[in-house]
Each structure stands twice: as structure tokens, then as C-alpha cells.
């Protein structure tokens, strides 16, 4: 009694997800733990349901990606720029435009990268409970930090690669003889719910990068800068390692940036929350892509005839070469301030 459902939501995805009004009309409640203490049990729950968030996002993007795959190997149209491949059929599929390669690769590039993130995170929670007190506390400073990091870049990306799927398809992916619109629809409500991202990226400036005196984010820098010495010389894999020492770069300006400009004026902070998420995002994939590539590369140096490993590279390379690169743009932006944001009157939108 005093709890009742006061309708359910017509949602523009998720629907096999009943969302409904919860009315509490003198409804009884009991004290969870300790008084005032509220927030941060709640937040034990919100910082995990956070993460299952980003891996809802990016699992959506990924089947999206898988589908985009299917439908490009199907569809034939067009001839390849270089001459007909499939000279037997009406037209060459459209996996021969590179146009559509560049939709395919970036979405790859994403998934991989972002799977790969989504284990080291599960990796640090373990850790978490190491028996090396030392290492249990930095597990323990990583998933504070990573949880807003998370959340938003791989949701963010997750739509995105949704998006790119669905360009795929062309006019097929609009209507709903095939799946993309469906993951497109799924994958928007990861950018909302559990914390909008713009939440999470002032979690990240606001509270996260200065905990315990920003212990969290100088050993992410270090142990960035200990792959980059390690594996820096040159080889086949410098060009991943010479991406990463740049990204994590321009994520130490954008940090003292924030340090500099932020505390002088909070608006500050939070014109650049959003660029900074982005940049720390690319540094950690740029982080997973080393670390592939680096793993992918021993397999070929050992004679693997697996061409998995080869894959692995290729698609590390498009993500060094082509997604990486945003990191420069996001600094630029992020140090424009707020003045141009806030001079507008709200009566001018
Ligand atoms: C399908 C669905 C299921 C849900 N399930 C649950 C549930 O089970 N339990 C539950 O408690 N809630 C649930 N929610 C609510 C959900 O968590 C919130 O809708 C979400 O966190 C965003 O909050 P809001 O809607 O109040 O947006 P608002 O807080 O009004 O935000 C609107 C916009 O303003 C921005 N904004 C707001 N405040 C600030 C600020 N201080 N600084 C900068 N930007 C700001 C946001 O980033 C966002 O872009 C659900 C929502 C949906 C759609």
C-alpha cells in the first residue's frame, strides 16, 4: 500500500523494457545504512549500474556493427572506383567503396577498442581486491576515475556506431525490414539514463580528476608514459606507441588547463567537461590499441597463420590514423572557455 504504478511510458526504444511512473502516496519508507549517508550507498549501485550502462551501449553499437557487415557483403551497387570486382554480377557489393570501408572501420575500430576497455575496467575491479594493498588502492582510484570515462565515451560511441550502421544500410537501414533502426533507437537511452553524460563529465572534472589530490589520474599518466618507455623503440608497433604518448600529451594540457582555468571559473570546467571526457576516451582506447597491437604483433613476429592478428593491426591503424587525431580538435575546443558559451541571453536561443 502507498506504492503504485501511475502509467507506462511510451519510449522511443528499449521496448522490451516495461518503464513505468511509480507514485508513493504515504507510502512507508526504512532507513538503507546509516543516516545521511544516503548518496553514497546509493552511489555503490549507481557506480555499477554506470558501468553496465557503457557495456549496454557498446553492445548495441557492436550487434549494429555486425548487422552493417552482413547487409555490406549482401547489397550490390555501384562499381568499384578502380574497375568492376565482380564483373560476373549487376554490380559490385558495396564493400568495394571506400566511402563504406570508412564507416565499417570506424565502427570496428570502436567496438574493438571499446571491448577491450570494457575488460581492463573488469580487470581493475578485481583488482580491487588484490591482497597487495598498493595495487588494491590504484584498481580502487581507476574505477572512480574510468566509471564517468566509461559511461559516456562508450555510449556516445556506441550510438554513433549504431548511426554509421544504419548509413550502411542506406534506406533499407530506415525502414524496419532490417535491425538497424532498432539498435539506433535501443542505443539513445545509454546517453540518459543512469546520469546524462553531460553528468558524467562533470563528475569527471568536478570530483573525480581532484580526488585524494588527483592521485587517480597522475598514475593513469604514469602508467601511460611506463608502456610508452617500455615499447617506444622503433618497430612495427611505434606508430601505436607514438599515438598514445600524444593523446595521453594533450590529456595532461587539457588537465592543467582545467586546473588553471577551472578553479578561477567553474563555468570553465564545465564548457570543457565534455572535450576532456572525449580526449581521456581516446586516450584509453589509444591505451587498448597499444596494448593489442603490441600483443597482435608478437603473434605475427612468431609465424601465427592466423590472420586475426593481422586484422587486429589493421584495425589499430585506422584507429590511430583516422579516430585518434580528434584528440587535437577536442583540446582546441576545450580551452575557448565559457566565455562563448555564456555571453549568449538565454531570451537569444
Ligand atoms: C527508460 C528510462 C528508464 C529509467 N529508469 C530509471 C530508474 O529505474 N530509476 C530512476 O531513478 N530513474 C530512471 N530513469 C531516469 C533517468 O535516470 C533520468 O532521466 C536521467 O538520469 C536524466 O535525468 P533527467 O531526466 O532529470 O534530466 P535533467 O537532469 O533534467 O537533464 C536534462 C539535460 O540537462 C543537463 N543537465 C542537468 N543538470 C545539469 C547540470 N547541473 N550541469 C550541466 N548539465 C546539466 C543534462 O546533461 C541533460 O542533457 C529512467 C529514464 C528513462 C528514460
Known sequence: AGAACGGLEHKMGIHGNAT????????????????????AAMFVMMNEARLGTGLQGLSIGTAAYQAAVEFAHDRLQGRSLTGPKSPELPADSIMVHPDVRRMLLEAKAFVEGGQAFTLWT??????????????????HDYMGLITPVLKAYLTDKGFHVASLAMQVHG???YTEHFAASQYL??????????????????????RKLPANGGRAIMSWFADIDAFVSENGAEGP???????????????QEGTMWLMQNGMQNPDNAGAASTDYLHIFGLTALAYMWAQMAKAAQAQVDAGTS?????????TGRYFVER???????????MKTGAEVLMQMPAEAF
Open 171 to 173: 534506406g533499407s537501414g
Open 122 to 139: 573488469a580487470l581493475q575491479a578485481d583488482l580491487q581486491h588484490s591482497n597487495d594493498a598498493a595495487e588494491a588502492q590504484k584498481a
Open 237 to 251: 608497433i611505434k606508430p601505436f606507441v607514438d599515438g598514445l604518448a600524444d593523446a595521453k600529451k594533450k590529456l
Open 323 to 333: 579516430i585518434l587525431p580528434d584528440t587535437g580538435a577536442h583540446l582546441v575546443k
Open 185 to 206: 533507437r535501443d542505443a539513445r537511452i545509454t546517453m540518459i539514463y543512469e546520469g546524462a553524460n553531460g553528468i558524467q563529465a562533470l563528475d569527471l572534472v568536478g
Open 306 to 314: 592466423d590472420p586475426f592478428y593481422a586484422n587486429k593491426l589493421m
Open 20 to 39: 513505468c511512473v511509480m507514485d508513493y502516496d504515504k507510502a512507508k519508507g526504512w532507513l538503507v545504512g546509516t543516516e545521511n549517508k544516503g548518496m
